[in-house]
């Protein structure tokens, strides 16, 4: 079984992180550390929530990891985008 060091979740992170802000258009307002940042706490969000669904996120290979840090990513950048336009607005 394939296990990733700190080196491994750094560039899954960045890659996810860097996809997600893609997907979000967020991607100009974040440089490379952000990016990194945002994949892997999207990591840990995408998985609590995946294993909360009932998923095995634990045997699912490079693949699913890098697919549940990118789900994690796109959802707290949108949690974010919320978060400011409230507090822009309101």
Do not use: E, Q
Request: charged letters at 10%; glycine letters at 22%.
């Amino acid at each position: 079984m394939l296990t990733l060091g700190v080196i491994g979740w750094i560039i899954i992170g960045g890659l996810a992180g860097w996809v997600g802000g893609k997907i979000m258009h967020s991607d100009a307002h974040m440089g490379v550390v952000l990016n990194v940042v945002v994949g892997i706490v999207g990591g840990l969000l995408g998985g609590f929530l995946l294993h909360r669904l009932g998923v095995n996120v634990a045997s699912g290979g490079l693949l699913f990891s890098f697919l549940t840090c990118l789900l994690g990513a796109v959802i707290l950048l949108a949690i974010v985008k919320l978060v400011r336009r409230g507090r822009v607005s309101g």
